[in-house]
Nanobody, 122 residues
Framework: VQLQASGGGLVQAGDSLRLSCAASGRTFRYAVGWFRQAPGKEREFVARISWSGSTTYYADSVKGRFTASRDNAKNTVYLQMNNLKPEDTAIYYC?????????????????WGQGTLVTVSS
């Protein structure tokens, strides 16, 4: 499966953005994780959504502000980001995981898209 993340941009603190992750190619049931990597920092887990969309899991740093959703008919997963903060500035990646267990380690994911840059100014 090929993944393409989009929707990043430059926003001010308190604004919202919605990222999209479009899948193409061979399709199968997969969970999707969102990760981010800020300059000089390691890639970190942000959110995960199950294949059905019924289960989501978030990093504490984004809980209550970010919401993952998906539309399998469109092969697209979304990350709604509200009340953005300067510390949310990073390149955001989506990744597919064939396992059903919740996993937050980047190395556990099987397929990755290219990132989309989110910059939040104060």
């Amino acid at each position: 499966v090929q993944l393409q993340a989009s929707g990043g941009g430059l926003v001010q603190a308190g604004d919202s953005l919605r990222l999209s992750c479009a899948a193409s190619g061979r399709t199968f049931r997969y969970a999707v994780g969102w990760f981010r990597q800020a300059p000089g920092k390691e890639r970190e887990f942000v959110a995960r959504i199950s294949w059905s969309g019924s289960t989501t899991y978030y990093a504490d740093s984004v809980k209550g502000r970010f919401t993952a959703s998906r539309d399998n008919a469109k092969n697209t997963v979304y990350l709604q980001m509200n009340n953005l903060k300067p510390e949310d500035t990073a390149i955001y990646y989506c990744a597919a995981d064939l396992e059903t267990l919740v996993r937050t380690t980047a190395g556990s994911y099987d397929y990755w898209g290219q990132g989309t840059l989110v910059t939040v100014s104060s």
